[in-house]
């Protein structure tokens, strides 16, 4: 018999936990992200590796400076951070000067993230808050799209590598994204084009199957709310369908619409974010249609060829309205009311 | 969403809830065994919800095992027996699970006694009245089982007006590692049969359910055995999920019935019955004995011999483990399961008749949970889609950090928390949450009897 002569920690109920946490979670979005990444860079060459990997250096720098700056334990062990740089970068067009990248990224942290109180307080997007001022600041660069480069891997656009505050040049003739070609040309880009990427436009948004595919490994994770990228997609496909079926010249396919633009990249990783999305699954659903619709909207009616952005923004604003409209029905609570 | 596609398909279950591992498997196979008598039991007055009983035998007093040595105060109490034939060496103050100093017996077993059981009247079901059976389920001590601690013979008590038409036996014991009612189903089926017509008769129910999970298939095959062909008894397999004992969760599950926010099963036509409690009656009622025994699991990581033991009420905390013996690193015991169990502040505890499970953790375990980072809420829902109430948590906890109490009880529903655990268990922020609405609770119910004594002066 062993005498027993210990201290107790004694802590409330429960005593057990599950295991992920918010720092797994993060961790896995990025890995879900890597495989868009490589394919980026595999399509779009050095340009593109540069981009990103600036847009995450200066995003993870300035979270990690801004907290010791306020002299609190820096945040960016929790992935989150890395989130918002890959996202960024993947929003960007791959020949954007580099000092653009650095200016976007620290506006992107500084303000849309850190200013709001940091992860879990931030109201938007805060990939999108520095694309959005991207592109309000720098309109030309961040619709110049690169044609496809002869030597991609030993040569760097002349743009990339741009003196801050200068006009970029450009080398040889930008050419159209598939939305920009359908909106002002009426050209339509093969759907199996978009499908495998083999297309200009943002580093990130052109392979939908990549992006499916890490939508579908963070889903069988259960580390992402499958609700929202599906029904984006299908509110997306059933509005530009009943238009395609009205008038099938004026208005693309939903397939092209599906597959085209930022769609399936802000639809699985960006309005797919916790932090800006609806709390109940009746939120989430109100929300994907509002951004689905918003997407249409914008992209056929909209004096831009692309609204994917400013529609997950108008969502993520909406969603604090949306969370104090839907609440779950607590147990027991119908009855009681029937009763008084 | 896929709960209620699933009751479509006839599959019984409750909306929401958690998966936690059961941890079962190293108590379930092991049977019950007699736990030996500690040098000194410690019995408190208070071993249930109501007013504590009334010594009725005085210190340097002689008892006999099963005998009763405290008598009930009313409605809401039940007696106290005598846990071993002994002497009893004072009647003072005690630590209680709940961090209180309560007064006991403290008694001496004597080491050369046979520890034979003193036996009474026998009260059988055929022929007593529902209120001898009531008085008889009071005066044999008999409380509910499965860790609440509320008088079963006030439970049972069908109030004017009200009528039950069913009867829930509860053996889900969804909690992880305990296995008290899996081998009491398992070994005492015939107790747990023999219980039932005295429900029945105090409660006038027309039918009896019995719930088990589907992790204790032989539990469950045992009780079908010695089903009694004239009694309307059936026995339901529930899919394992926390907190499926929850007698709402449980109601909802089986029945389909919702009871309402405040109310009880009864408001629904149901009372519900711990399995443990009604193999007692079963047991207890026939020889007229009062309850001085009962089953704990006694597991969890830093125990060596885990096992089911029949342990004697009062034994304490540091003879049971000293008894079965432990790691070196234990750092925390707690009584009861791991999601709703209190975490012992001393070994001098004693198990009480409430008690289910005495679960001890090393540092590898506690460390993990204790030590762990705490990130801000990303309202990712995990807390939402967790509780089985249908409560907003992630909401709950913003208010819980803002001190704004009254919003949660008013607007978000505090009181119908009845803290199982699943939100701070699910949480991947690993905030505290239930914890954070246990000191809610409590600061808005001082605030109102604040206000209340205002309002009388």
């Known amino acids: 018999m062993t005498r027993l002569a210990k201290t107790l920690t004694i802590r409330s109920s429960p005593h057990i936990r ?53 002299g609190k334990a ?90 801050p505050l200068t006009k970029p040049v450009y080398d040889g003739v930008s050419s159209a994204t598939p939305l920009a070609d359908w909106k002002f040309n009426q050209v339509a880009t093969e759907t199996g084009d978009l499908f495998m990427g083999t297309i200009t436009g943002s580093t990130g948004e052109t392979c939908a199957l990549l992006i499916l595919i890490g939508g579908i490994y963070l889903v069988a994770r259960r580390m992402m709310n499958w609700r929202i990228p599906v029904v984006i997609l299908a509110t997306v496909a059933v509005f530009t369908g009943i238009l395609h079926l009205v008038d099938p010249e004026r208005y693309a396919s939903p397939t092209f619409m599906l597959f085209s633009g930022g769609l399936m990249l802000g639809a699985v990783f960006m309005a797919s974010d916790m932090v800006g999305s609806p709390i109940t699954h009746t939120g989430t659903v109100i929300y994907a249609i509002l951004i689905g619709l918003l ?30 409209w839907i609440q779950p029905k607590v147990y027991g609570t119908s009855m009681r009311r029937a009763a008084s | 969403m896929f709960d209620a596609v699933k009751h479509l398909f006839g599959v019984k279950t409750f909306a929401h809830g958690i998966h936690p591992p059961d941890s079962k498997n190293a108590s379930k196979e092991l049977a019950i065994h007699q736990f ?76 050369g006694s046979t520890q034979e059981v003193m036996e009474g009247p026998p009260v059988m079901a055929d022929t007593a009245s529902s209120e001898e059976i009531l008085s008889a389920i009071q005066n044999a001590g008999i409380v509910g089982l499965g860790g609440a601690g509320f008088p079963t013979h006030a439970k049972l008590k069908v109030p004017e007006g009200k009528t039950v038409d069913a009867l829930i036996i509860n053996g889900a014991e969804c909690e992880p590692y305990l296995t008290t009612d899996h081998r009491v189903m398992l070994e005492h089926a ?18 009896v359910v019995i719930a088990v999970e589907s992790n204790k298939p032989d539990a469950a095959e045992a009780l079908r055995k010695v089903l009694p062909a004239d009694l309307p008894i059936t026995v339901e397999v529930l899919p394992v999920k926390y907190p499926q004992g929850a007698e709402k969760m449980l109601v909802s599950a089986l029945l389909g019935r919702e ?57 304490p905390l540091r003879y049971i483990l000293e008894t079965v013996g432990t790691e070196d690193d234990i750092t925390t015991v707690v009584m009861g399961g791991p999601m709703m169990g209190a975490a012992a502040s001393s070994l001098d505890i004693s198990i009480t008749k409430g008690s289910t499970g005495v679960i001890a953790f090393t540092h590898r375990e506690t460390g993990r949970v204790n030590e762990i980072a705490e990130y801000p809420c990303i309202k990712c829902g995990a807390c ?68 209340t004594a205002e309002a009388a002066k």
């Not at chain 1, 720092?23 to 990444?37: E, R, Y």
């Open chain 1, 18 to 70: 599950a295991t992920s946490g918010v720092d797994s979670i993060m961790f896995n979005v990025v890995l879900a992200m890597l495989p868009v990444c490589f394919y980026a860079v595999y399509i779009f060459g050095m340009a593109a590796a540069l981009v990103l990997v600036t847009s995450v250096v200066t995003c993870v720098l300035t979270e990690h400076f801004l907290c010791r700056l306020n």
């Open chain 1, 74 to 163: 820096t945040t960016i062990g929790d992935w989150s951070v890395v989130i918002t740089g890959v996202l960024y970068g993947l929003t960007l067009p791959p020949t954007l000067p580099l000092w653009m990248v650095v200016a976007g990224g620290v506006i992107a942290v500084g303000v849309g993230k850190y200013l709001f109180g940091g992860l879990g307080y931030n109201t938007f997007n805060v990939a999108l808050v520095g694309r959005a001022i991207l592109q309000a600041a720098f309109p030309a660069a961040m619709t110049t799209w690169p044609d496809a480069p002869v030597n991609r891997f030993g040569s760097l656009p002349s743009s990339t590598l741009a003196l």
């Open chain 1, 295 to 324: 997407v249409v909207l914008i992209r056929v009616w909209g004096g831009m060829p692309e609204g994917v952005m400013y529609a997950i923004l108008i969502g993520n604003a909406a969603t604090p309205q949306i969370d104090s």
């Open chain 2, 36 to 111: 030996p008598f500690a040098e000194l039991l410690v019995v408190p007055f208070s071993q249930h919800i109501g007013k504590p009983a009334i010594p009725i035998v005085g210190e340097g007093a002689e008892v006999a095992r099963g005998q009763m040595i405290a008598k009930p105060d009313g409605f809401m109490s039940v007696a106290i027996h005598a846990p071993a034939t002994g002497l009893i060496r004072s009647i003072s103050l005690t630590p209680a699970i709940n961090g209180k100093m309560t007064p006991g017996f403290f008694i001496e077993p004597y080491t």
């Open chain 2, 190 to 207: 015939d107790d747990v049969m023999k219980g039932i017509p005295y429900l029945l008769r105090a409660t006038g129910a027309k039918t």
């Open chain 2, 259 to 315: 009871i309402p926010s405040g109310g009880l099963p009864l408001d629904v036509g149901v009372i519900c019955t711990n399995v443990g409690t009604t193999a007692e009656i079963g047991h207890l009622l026939p020889r007229g004995m009062g309850l001085y025994e009962r089953v704990i699991t006694v597991g969890g990581p830093a125990v060596k011999k885990k096992g089911n033991y029949r342990i004697p009420i009062g034994t």
């Open chain 2, 384 to 451: 939402v889609d967790a509780c089985p109430i249908f409560l907003n948590p992630s909401q709950l906890g913003i208010l819980a950090s803002k001190e704004q109490y009254e919003t949660m009880v008013d607007d978000f529903h505090l009181r119908d928390c009845f803290e199982c655990g699943c939100c701070t268990f699910v949480c991947p922020s690993h905030i505290p949450l239930v914890q954070k609405f246990r000191v809610a609770k409590a600061a808005s119910r001082k605030a109102q009897a604040k206000a």
